[in-house]
């Protein structure tokens, strides 16, 4: 199989897994925190990873979006599990792989910490200390990467400034790194242009600012050592045009713009939302408007929108990532 960075320089669009917490509530399995699974339930871990696979997924992501300690100590857990929980999460995913006998990328999934930090609140009182943050994020990838992953996958960022902390912690790794925002639709009071960006108002422009500023990095610029931007998730609830697929070609746009205005054409765009808009069920279950076959029609467009890596979020299934498949092996 092909060095992850040499499977980068390939023309072929790389397809991701989709859900991995909305996957274990389809288990009945509900826990305070998801990455507990690893330790309680290995067998569904397994199988989520292999029902992705078997899908047609390319990458499958590590159930340790939320194992770090913060995140454990919030749940009341014993934030002393984060890096047992963090092993056995690449060694479900490797079981998983090895059982496929394909030829299958593991992406380290490194998610954002429970609440603001002190680089956006301005302090402690309010936000995490950003000694916390950087702590928490060293453990995780530093176990990540001694487990054998194919590249580290910093997604659901909130924060282009937490971002920027797990870079330059991960780059110590020599990996490629993944850096995915989350952003919410906004609208310049002026000219009602609009414009994505996340709870800290921190649009794709300003990732790359920051990630470029070397405020958290000593100094240095941190966009070389990041091969892949993007966005993933999306929380909007009311505006079907910035949910699901259509937010994902709207923000690969935006994102496209901001790299091509500060001249960079070397880094992939990954790309993958939720399943549209979240809603209950009669029986109060959280179901996901966007049907595996209507995501799939937007596929073509999310691809010409630049994006390279493709998969799904919140909601979307093992059925979501086969019909993108689909449509990836009609196009080649």
């Known amino acids: 199989?092909?060095?992850?960075?040499?499977?980068?320089?390939?023309?072929?669009?790389?397809?991701y897994d989709g859900g991995f917490g909305?996957?274990?509530?389809?288990?009945?399995?509900?826990?305070?925190?998801?990455?507990?699974a690893n330790l309680s339930h290995p067998d569904d871990v397994v199988g989520i990873h292999s029902d992705y696979i078997n899908a047609g997924a390319?990458?499958?992501?590590?159930?340790?979006?939320?194992?770090?300690?913060l995140h454990l100590q919030m749940a009341e857990l014993d934030k002393s599990d984060a890096q047992r929980l963090t092993r056995l999460g690449v060694q479900h995913a490797k079981t998983a792989?090895?059982?496929?006998?394909?030829?299958?990328?593991?992406?380290?999934?490194?998610?954002?910490?429970p609440g603001a930090i002190e680089a956006d609140s301005g302090d402690t009182t309010f936000g995490i200390a950003n000694a916390e943050v950087r702590e928490a994020h060293?453990?995780?990838?530093?176990?990540?990467?001694?487990?054998?992953?194919?590249?580290?996958?910093?997604?659901?960022?909130?924060?282009a400034k937490e971002a920027a902390i797990a870079v330059d912690v991960a780059r110590q790794t020599g990996l490629p790194i993944a850096v995915n925002l989350t952003y919410k639709c906004t609208k310049?009071?002026?000219?009602?242009e609009v414009i994505y960006k996340t709870d800290w108002g921190h649009s794709a422009s300003d990732l790359l600012q920051i990630l470029n500023s070397g405020e958290f990095s000593y100094g240095d610029s941190l966009l070389d050592y990041v091969d892949i931007i993007g966005l993933n998730c999306g929380a909007e609830t009311k505006r079907d045009e910035h949910?699901?697929?259509?937010?994902?070609?709207?923000?690969?746009?935006?994102?496209?713009?901001?790299?091509?205005?500060?001249?960079?054409?070397?880094?992939?765009?990954?790309?993958?939302?939720?399943?549209?808009?979240?809603?209950?069920?009669?029986?109060?279950?959280?179901?996901y408007t966007q049907s595996a076959d209507e995501m799939g029609g937007y596929i073509s467009d999310?691809?010409?929108?630049?994006?390279?890596?493709?998969?799904?979020?919140?909601?979307?299934?093992?059925?979501?990532?086969?019909?993108?498949?689909?449509?990836?092996?009609?196009?080649?």
Not at 28 to 36: G, H, K, R
Not at 254 to 281: E, S, V, W
């Open 138 to 159: 060293k453990l995780v990838i530093n176990t990540l990467a001694e487990e054998g992953v194919d590249f580290l996958c910093l997604e659901t960022m909130f924060s």
């Open 97 to 113: 792989v090895a059982e496929s006998e394909k030829d299958i990328y593991i992406a380290g999934s490194v998610g954002p910490s």
């Open 188 to 192: 310049d009071r002026k000219t009602g």
């Open 22 to 36: 909305s996957q274990l509530f389809a288990r009945d399995i509900e826990l305070p925190n998801s990455a507990v």
């Open 243 to 287: 949910s699901g697929m259509p937010y994902a070609i709207t923000g690969t746009q935006q994102l496209h713009t901001a790299l091509t205005d500060i001249g960079i054409d070397d880094k992939r765009m990954m790309a993958y939302p939720n399943a549209g808009m979240p809603q209950l069920d009669e029986h109060y279950n959280t179901v």
């Open 302 to 332: 999310l691809i010409n929108a630049g994006a390279y890596i493709i998969g799904g979020c919140c909601g979307t299934t093992p059925a979501h990532i086969k019909a993108f498949r689909e449509v990836l092996n009609s196009t080649e």
């Open 1 to 15: 199989m092909k060095d992850f960075r040499e499977r980068l320089k390939s023309d072929k669009p790389i397809l």
């Open 58 to 69: 390319e990458v499958i992501g590590t159930n340790t979006f939320v194992v770090s300690p």
